[in-house]
């Protein structure tokens, strides 16, 4: 007997809405069982609450108070995509997601648990990779380089305003149109300085320019942005993004930990940097339409931050990344407290919700709590009271049905997760960080020749012109007034009695000034100045000339 008609058989004696409720998750294909209904204040372990795992790319929600079991939520979720071989990628903000790799501990409320939603428990580690955003903290270093990352990722990380933002636009138009690489932020700042200095600051006239006041605002916000030690994220290599897509050997699919507790601190680089994955791999994967499975499911922890102070052109980016990545096969979880945190045009994407439950301690609590009772089909729950009193690891969850259909909603006690549920020893996350076939690939930052290099050559060629210029001037006036010493010399010599050096003088004058004038002599005067040039160089970077 299947999942479905054993659901179907045994809701038969429930009461009416139950049985509708129940009806509405009855699966006949793939599914992840999340939990059992909860009716009148009892669980119903034979009403399984499950959802299609053909509706995992048309994204979802996870939302809750602090403390109502997000985080379990996340992990009993990923491990279910896990062994139905698809990849997972989570980000670990808080530092306790690692535990997914690492079989949980048995014990009395785990028991409890499995014995109340019907769920067959046993202790399991799945694969996983650990990465950290350039390397600060355990994990693979993750990097993106300045030129992939964009200025609209770039503006919301440094908090530009929308011309100023506009700006780095025009900057970035420039830099890539000159071959000028953008790889870390040692080579943005050397372009904006460039394009403000007496040399660069006619490049971008045609297309608007670019003003001193705006790029100092840049320039500062690039300076304080290193100081807080974000220099590390952006450089080479940089990390690519098809790595989240594997699966391990034994054919269950990947799950990749971004670990963010050590920049938690950071959360307008780290929001915007899961921000940037996503677009990455929305570049470069291809359309797939409607697959029985997702590619990769994304969980998108503590996403308030990235909508935070969003321009205009930044919510325009994520609304579209959202809307059209799903035919590419990826599916995304946004994980926050409220669904007020959420645009609401993003907020319509999101096909599959699991609320935790809310405070309403305070009249704004109030406030968030209608605003998210709204957001559900109509139901037989009185959800505004139903969300107060929910327990930790309960929930109400309405889903995509397998024809797309919102499913009916369902309070649910969900299961327990099988791996451990809290940080892996940190010692065996060093292990396996360290023992990853990619920790070789991306571990060392390497530092190529790019824009700041480039620009810094081009100057310090322009300055030894410059000082061969000058070197060639002072030589030619040098023999001028040599020339000049001489002819006047001959001049004094011919006055002699009988005046007939006089002519003979001014002849001699005549055929040195037009030596002197000649195209010939300027330009050997000027390879005379440029070799004297060089030497002038070479003293001040502390290369003497070679002797003979």
């Known amino acids: 007997m299947s999942d479905s008609e054993s659901t179907a058989e045994n809701a038969g004696a429930l009461p009416e809405p139950a049985r509708e409720i129940a009806a509405g998750y009855a699966v006949s294909g793939a599914a992840l069982d999340l939990g059992a209904l909860l009716w009148d204040g009892v669980c119903l372990p034979d009403v399984q609450i499950r959802i299609p795992l053909a509706m995992l790319n048309r994204h979802g929600l996870v939302a809750g108070a602090t403390g109502t079991g997000k985080t379990k939520t996340l992990q009993l979720i990923a491990e279910q995509l896990s062994a139905n071989g698809v990849p997972v990628f989570l980000a670990d903000i808080k530092g306790d997601v690692s535990g997914i790799a690492a079989p949980g501990t048995p014990g009395d409320r785990v028991a409890e648990r499995a014995g109340q939603v019907g769920q067959e428990w046993r202790a399991e580690g799945f694969p996983c990779e650990f990465y950290a955003l ?45 071959g000028l690489e953008l790889v870390d932020l040692k080579d943005l700042r050397a372009v904006v300085a460039f394009l403000v200095s007496d040399t660069g600051k006619a490049e971008l006239k045609g297309i608007g320019g670019l003003s001193t006041a705006t790029a100092g605002v840049i320039l500062r916000s690039i300076t304080a942005f290193e100081q807080q030690g974000a220099g590390d994220f952006f450089g080479e290599p940089e990390f690519d993004t098809a790595e989240l897509l594997r699966q391990a050997p034994d054919g269950r699919g990947l799950v990749s930990v971004l670990e963010l507790a050590a920049v938690q601190d950071k959360p307008q680089l780290f929001s915007t940097f899961l921000m940037w994955l996503l677009a990455d791999l929305f570049h470069d994967l291809p359309e797939v339409g409607d697959l029985d499975r997702p590619k990769l499911v994304f969980f998108f922890d503590e996403a308030h931050l990235l909508f935070d102070g969003a321009s205009k052109a930044f919510l325009e980016s994520i609304t579209r990344t959202v809307r059209l990545i799903r035919s590419k096969g990826i599916g995304i979880f946004f994980v926050t407290q409220t669904p007020r945190d959420v645009p609401a045009e993003v907020l319509a994407q999101l096909g599959n919700r699991v609320q935790h439950a809310l405070r309403a301690f305070t009249p704004d609590d109030a406030k968030a709590l209608r605003s998210t009772v709204k957001t559900f089909p109509n139901s037989p729950y009185d959800l505004e009271e139903l969300l107060t009193r929910l327990g930790i690891g309960e929930a109400v969850i309405t889903v995509l049905s397998e024809n797309g259909a ?143």
Do not use: W
Request: include cysteine; charged fraction near 25%.
């Open 134 to 178: 350039g390397g600060i903290g355990p994990g693979i270093p993750l990097r993106a380089t300045v030129t992939s990352f964009g200025p609209v990722l770039l503006s919301k990380v440094l908090e530009l305003n929308q011309t100023q933002e506009q700006s780095l636009g025009l900057i970035f138009h420039y830099a890539d149109s000159k």
């Open 406 to 548: 919102p499913t009916p909603v369902a309070a649910t006690r969900l299961r327990a997760p099988r791996s451990l549920m809290g940080p892996c020893p940190a010692a065996e996350l060093d292990a396996a960080v360290k023992g990853s076939p990619l920790y070789g690939s991306y571990a060392q930052a390497v530092d190529r020749e790019s824009a700041y290099e480039k620009l810094s050559a081009g100057q310090e060629a322009e300055r030894r012109a410059a000082e061969a210029e000058t070197a060639a001037k002072a030589v030619e006036a040098a023999d001028r007034a040599a020339v000049e010493e001489a002819v006047r010399g001959e001049r004094g010599r011919g006055r002699g009695p009988g005046g007939g050096g006089g002519k003979a003088a001014e002849e001699d004058a005549s055929l040195v000034e037009q030596v002197v004038r000649s195209g010939m002599f300027r330009s050997l005067a000027r390879s005379v100045g440029t070799q004297l040039g060089r030497e002038i160089s070479r003293s001040l970077f502390g290369t003497a000339r070679r002797r003979r």
